[in-house]
């Protein structure tokens, strides 16, 4: 059951970052992880958003957020849904 839970929350984000990966490269434009992640019906605040783009980008931030991060921080987020749900 567990797994079958992973898998279609995997594809749920898989679904919302292949939106904004324009170029199917695996890579999306950091100024819209807020977006994609908001998608989900997740709602961070600013500070929390940036702790979270913190957490995933590169050591030497390119401008761009790899997807595999991207599913592993959402991953988490969704498993604590108490921190970023909306109202």
Do not use: H, W
């Not at 995997?10 to 199917?24: C, G, P, Q, Y």
């Not at 999306?28 to 500070?47: H, K, Q």
């Not at 595999?68 to 604590?80: G, I, Q, T, Y």
Request: proline share 2%; net charge negative.
């Amino acid at each position: 059951m567990a797994n079958d839970q992973t898998e279609a929350r995997k594809l749920k984000i898989r679904e919302a970052f292949d939106v904004f990966d324009r170029e199917s490269k695996g890579v999306c434009d950091v100024r819209e992880v807020g977006t994609i992640i908001r998608s989900l019906n997740f709602n961070p605040s600013e500070a929390q958003l940036r702790t979270l783009i913190e957490g995933i980008e590169e050591d030497e931030p390119t401008g761009f957020i790899r997807y595999e991060k991207f599913e592993s921080m959402m991953l988490r987020v969704m498993a604590d849904r108490t921190e970023f749900v909306r109202d």
